[in-house]
């Protein structure tokens, strides 16, 4: 009788069925996800916060106070409050430095102190030399991400400019017949009086990424500790004795230790949890000394490091323990497909789908981002994402470990061994 040869299990349907059903969806569901997550940012858009400041401090126009900063924040805040693209938050120039410090606006538009003094001489009889034109200035804040930036700017500079004609035709009628004495190109700037300057708000250092370090950053602690848990799982199950290792053309085996599977994940968190301080001091060696990477506050980014390593990398090793091999692939969409696109580095939150602001609420990467933001953008304050990212490590900390060791608990009780304990021969009467 001739032995099968190996290649004939290409024949087996199951073996097609079963890996085109996984390979089909993973490859469905990273499409779905990172495509549908930003095919329309600005379609999505729901109340993307941006400060509107109003500093003008008016001026006596005809014997009348007369303050045409507020005419055009009041104007802006209801010509856009239908669309709710835009959540215009009316505050004073100190507030605005401080959120954008924080990372909680996207940018700004700052009327000046000279707005209406500088817009109202315009009508004056200049005869000779250009008017000064005044100024509204739009301000950008790519620390908190470079294309909610960007969408800051482009509603900011659009509605810089639709006031800047509105107050043009106020500006029109209230002169009359006075138009005929002033110069051509001063009757022409009159109709679109101000400029538009466009600045960054919160500039970054040049070893920044344009605001994307963080994200970057955070995204090697999560792979670092989900690709580790993989790694830690097979070696662990290889040091008890559980399975083989292939060491290129050898094959490894060592004697079996018999350990519950509660044991077992309580071997492998240790050894990820004493690892991380490992990778973490690496991961920062690598991306500041050896990169330049610009950073401060080191020993708080280490710490802050090591300890999202360790809660990603037990995260992981709980699904592994408590699904099996396929644990590694809910660990994929968890900790990447789902996270990726909802960390609010590439879009922000604001500008992504309903269920993407559902997962952004809860993903490890999102929450890991915005501490590092704080740590590098926002000189590590708590209000600017620190505080937040500490307090859902911890929480994840504690769900993971609830319901890794909760599972693999109920499956020892249950006599769901790995291998099943060796049955001791029953005694047979002998008789006399």
């Not at 960054?200 to 994200?215: E, K, N, V, W, Y």
């Not at 740590?375 to 307090?391: E, F, H, P, S």
């Not at 994840?396 to 609830?402: F, I, K, M, Q, R």
């Amino acid at each position: 009788m001739s032995a099968i040869h190996p290649f004939r299990v290409l024949r087996a349907t199951p073996l097609w069925i079963v890996n085109g059903v996984i390979t089909g969806l993973l490859a469905l569901l990273f499409t779905v996800l990172y495509v549908g997550a930003n095919i329309d940012p600005v379609g999505q858009m729901k109340k993307l916060p941006v400060a509107l400041v109003n500093a003008d401090k008016g001026a006596a126009v005809d014997g009348q106070e007369t303050n045409l900063g507020a005419r055009i924040t009041e104007s802006i805040i209801k010509s856009t409050a239908s669309a709710g693209e835009i959540d215009w938050k009316v505050m004073d120039e100190k507030e605005m430095k401080e959120e954008l410090g924080e990372g909680k606006l996207y940018g700004a538009l700052v009327v000046p102190a000279n707005f209406t003094s500088s817009t109202t001489a315009l009508t004056g009889t200049v005869t000779t030399g250009t008017p000064a034109r005044p100024t509204l200035t739009a301000l950008t804040n790519q620390s908190a991400g470079s294309v909610g930036s960007s969408l800051a700017r482009a509603a900011t500079t659009e509605a810089a400019e639709n006031a800047s004609l509105q107050v043009g035709k106020e500006l029109t009628a209230q002169s009359g017949t006075g138009q005929a004495k002033l110069p051509v190109a001063a009757r022409v700037l009159l109709a679109d009086p101000a400029a538009v300057t466009v600045k960054d708000g919160q500039p970054l250092d040049s070893h920044s990424g344009l605001g994307m370090t963080a994200f970057y950053y955070a995204l090697v602690l999560v792979v670092c500790g989900m690709l580790s848990a993989n790694v830690i799982s097979g070696q662990v199950d290889h040091a008890l004795g559980y399975t083989h290792n292939d060491m290129g053309p050898l094959r490894l085996h060592r004697p079996l230790i018999r350990a519950t599977r509660v044991q077992t994940l309580a071997i492998s968190s240790t050894l990820m949890a004493g690892l991380s301080l490992l990778m973490g001091t690496l991961v920062m060696a690598g991306a500041v000394g050896i990169m330049g990477m610009d950073a401060s506050h080191l020993p708080l980014l280490w710490l802050y490091s090591v300890c999202a390593i360790a809660v990603t990398g037990i995260g992981a090793l709980t699904l592994l323990a408590a699904f099996g091999t396929p644990g590694m692939l809910v660990a994929t969409l968890f900790f990447i497909a789902m996270a990726v696109p909802t960390a609010g580095a590439a879009t922000p939150i604001e500008a992504l789908p309903g269920f993407y602001r559902f997962l952004a609420e809860f993903e490890p990467l999102r929450q890991i981002t915005d501490g590092l933001r704080s740590i590098l953008y926002y000189d590590a304050q708590a209000d600017a994402g620190l505080t937040r990212g500490w307090v859902m490590m911890t929480v994840g900390l504690a769900v993971t470990t609830l319901f890794g060791f909760g599972t693999t608990s109920w499956y020892d009780r249950k006599g769901l061994h790995r291998i099943p304990a060796e049955k001791k021969p029953e005694k047979t009467a002998v008789s006399a």
